[in-house]
């Protein structure tokens, strides 16, 4: 497929997805979610793809939102519709990727943007970043998952401040309340995404599409998440990883996961 609105590009294993609409700050209209989620697709069946960094084009924004122009004249109908497929054509298929999702957050990551930073595994922002959740301003509400996955990362006393007021907050604020993991310059923050994804690439990639599973049954109503973890980790015991894995440390090297 040609992408119009993302560029993709891989090198060392690692898919980096740069949103490219800068004219409107990455703004996430309906073919850039329809793109997203064809390309997370094909990345997903793809072995040679171990990580995903996902960025914004423009150098003051990771993605200023979904796309109010496109909205702005939607009835009730197409209002749910538009959240029910992003939730599920996008936002949920990267939180249930086999591989982790990095979100490198270099400027404006507002309603849908930070939503789709929420829905990636790790978060990592440049210092000029601003985030927030501005949709009250417009007479909406978060509608790709800001809602839930916002309390879950933050506690529900600040995600209520953070949605009701409306403001941005800091890159630094951020880290402060465990929003994002690390804040870097932005010329560094590539950099600073592929040293975690470099570490990710020399693991088991079937154990970490394991751990993903498991965590994120956490988080799921009516999982039982310790039972998950159970299952999922004998399964690690049949596989080929966890065969080379313990080899490789009675034998003192490196494991090979190629
Ligand atoms: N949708 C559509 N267009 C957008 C946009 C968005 N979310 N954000 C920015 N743009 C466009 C602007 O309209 C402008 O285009 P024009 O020149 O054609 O008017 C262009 O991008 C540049 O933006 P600004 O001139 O506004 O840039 P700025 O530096 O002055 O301000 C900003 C930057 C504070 C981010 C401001 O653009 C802004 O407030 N954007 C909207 C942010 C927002 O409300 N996001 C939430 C969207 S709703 C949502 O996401 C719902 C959901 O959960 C599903």
New binding site residues.
């Given amino acids: 497929m040609e992408y119009t609105n993302i560029i993709k590009r891989i090198n060392n294993k690692i898919c980096y997805l740069t949103i490219n609409r800068p004219?409107?700050?990455n703004?996430?209209?309906n073919s850039t979610i329809t793109e997203l989620s064809s390309v997370i697709k094909s990345i997903n069946k793809d072995i040679s793809v171990r990580c995903v960094i996902i960025t914004g084009s423009e150098k003051?924004?990771f993605v200023?939102?979904?796309?109010?122009?496109?909205?702005s004249s939607f009835n009730k109908k197409q209002g749910k519709l538009?959240?029910k497929s992003?939730h599920d054509n996008l936002f949920n298929l990267i939180e249930n990727l086999d591989i982790p999702c990095i979100a490198a957050i270099n400027g404006?990551a507002?309603?849908?943007?930070l939503?789709l930073a929420m829905a990636s595994h790790i978060r990592i922002a440049s210092t000029n970043a601003?985030l927030g959740?501005?949709?009250v301003?417009?007479g909406?509400?978060?509608?790709?998952g800001?809602t839930q996955r916002l309390p879950q990362l933050v506690g529900k006393g600040i995600a209520f401040e953070m949605i009701t007021t409306g403001k941005?907050i800091s890159a630094e604020e951020a880290l402060n309340i465990g929003l994002v993991n690390k804040v870097c310059n932005q010329e560094d923050l590539l950099d600073t995404c592929e040293e975690i994804a470099n570490r990710i690439i020399g693991n088991s990639p079937v154990a970490i599409s394991k751990a993903i599973k498991s965590i994120n049954a956490c988080y799921k109503s009516g999982v039982d998440g310790f039972k998950t973890e159970i299952e999922l980790f004998g399964s690690c015991f049949e596989t080929e990883d966890f065969e080379e894995g313990t080899k490789a440390f009675m034998e003192k090297r490196k494991p090979n996961y190629n």
């Fill in positions: 004219k409107f700050l703004a996430l209209n003051k924004a200023a939102g979904a796309d109010i122009k496109e909205f538009l959240s992003g404006f507002l309603g849908g943007g939503e601003k959740f501005p949709e301003t417009l909406v509400i978060p509608g790709y800001g941005m």
